[in-house]
């Protein structure tokens, strides 16, 4: 008999956690926080994608994968015409995208897991649709809505290796980013 | 003049970083990975304390730390760990290598002031 390594409270659990990381994160300021909603999956990248911020999530007992779609109209920069200022804008929302996937990493390491998180990596925008491709157990989609009336995709996969629970994690954590921590 | 490294990736980050304690008159200059952090510190003996990210692409924050204790023979310079990372694992490794502080992502600018009075100022 097959064994279930990712049960529906914890595909909910994990969905949950993104969208909480991502509200509190992706904005460009804290009171300009995205709406997070779901869409179905697969969810093709939009016409004017221009690349993909990929974030790696891993331990020993899964690799999660969140992708940022970067739309045209989500860049935002004084002058169109100064590729400085796009690569400033990109690498701006990747911070952005670093900080949502350090959350979770942090809300996925509670409990004791020693979770790893990659450097954001800039993929062409043709990359989203691999995720499908490497038969994840879990694969959803999202639309970050900014209150400019752009938004970027998103994707959350994850290839679990052994069982594993993500459902007791959406309980509000108590997370200190931000604080000095003297040693 | 004491004067402050900031060493990360994210040319965000860089400019947040810097551009706030330049504004509150501290001399700051920058780095974009641990290596390009060593060579900064090894040309420039002014730097009094160095807020770092982690995960960088070429040399990582943590490695830096441990080479400016070890290749630099620099037991007393402070470091600040700026980063997403917060797993206890890292921060004893920190701790080993002598990191003075953690601050966890994102920048606010009066933690890291705090820690610049603290540790630099006393």
């Given amino acids: 008999m097959a064994t279930t390594l990712l049960s529906a409270a914890s595909r909910a659990g994990l969905d949950a956690l993104f969208r909480r990381a991502a509200a509190a994160n992706i904005g460009p300021t804290p009171q300009r926080a995205p709406d997070v909603v779901a869409v179905a999956s697969p969810h093709p990248p939009a016409a004017d994608c221009v690349g993909v911020l990929a974030f790696t999530i891993t331990s020993f007992r899964f690799r999660l994968v969140v992708m940022?779609?970067?739309?045209?109209?989500?860049?935002?920069?004084?002058?169109?015409?100064?590729?400085?200022?796009?690569?400033?804008?990109?690498?701006?929302?990747?911070?952005?995208?670093?900080?949502?996937?350090?959350?979770?990493?942090?809300?996925?390491?509670?409990?004791?897991?020693?979770?790893?998180?990659?450097?954001?990596?800039?993929?062409?925008?043709?990359?989203?649709?691999?995720?499908?491709?490497?038969?994840?157990?879990?694969?959803?989609?999202?639309?970050?809505?900014l209150d400019n009336g752009a938004h970027l995709d998103a994707w959350v996969a994850l290839r679990a290796y052994a069982p594993i629970e993500f459902d007791t994690l959406v309980a509000a954590s108590a997370d200190s980013a931000g604080e000095l921590e003297l040693f | 003049m004491a004067k402050i490294l900031v060493v990360d990736d994210s040319s965000t980050v860089r400019d947040e970083v810097a551009g706030f304690f330049r504004k509150n008159g501290i001399d700051t200059i920058a780095a974009v990975d641990g290596r390009d952090g060593l060579a900064k510190l090894r040309a420039d003996p002014g730097v009094k304390l160095v807020?770092?990210?982690?995960?960088?692409?070429?040399?990582?924050?943590?490695?830096?730390?441990?080479?400016?204790?070890?290749?630099?023979?620099?037991?007393?310079?402070?470091?600040?760990?700026?980063?997403?990372?917060?797993?206890?694992?890292?921060?004893?490794?920190?701790?080993?290598?002598?990191?003075?502080?953690?601050?966890?992502?994102?920048?606010?600018?009066?933690?890291?002031?705090?820690?610049?009075r603290k540790i630099v100022q006393g």
């Fill in chain 1, 68 to 145: 940022l779609g970067v739309n045209a109209g989500v860049l935002e920069w004084d002058d169109p015409d100064a590729e400085a200022g796009r690569r400033a804008a990109i690498d701006a929302l990747a911070e952005r995208g670093n900080m949502a996937c350090g959350e979770m990493a942090r809300d996925l390491a509670r409990g004791g897991r020693h979770v790893g998180l990659s450097t954001p990596t800039w993929l062409r925008a043709s990359a989203s649709p691999l995720l499908e491709a490497s038969a994840p157990q879990h694969l959803s989609a999202f639309e970050l809505r």
């Fill in chain 2, 51 to 116: 807020i770092s990210d982690i995960n960088m692409p070429d040399m990582d924050g943590l490695t830096m730390v441990e080479k400016i204790r070890g290749e630099l023979r620099n037991a007393s310079l402070a470091v600040v760990m700026l980063t997403t990372e917060n797993n206890p694992q890292m921060k004893e490794r920190g701790r080993a290598a002598g990191v003075k502080g953690w601050i966890v992502k994102p920048f606010r600018g009066e933690s890291v002031l705090e820690a610049f």
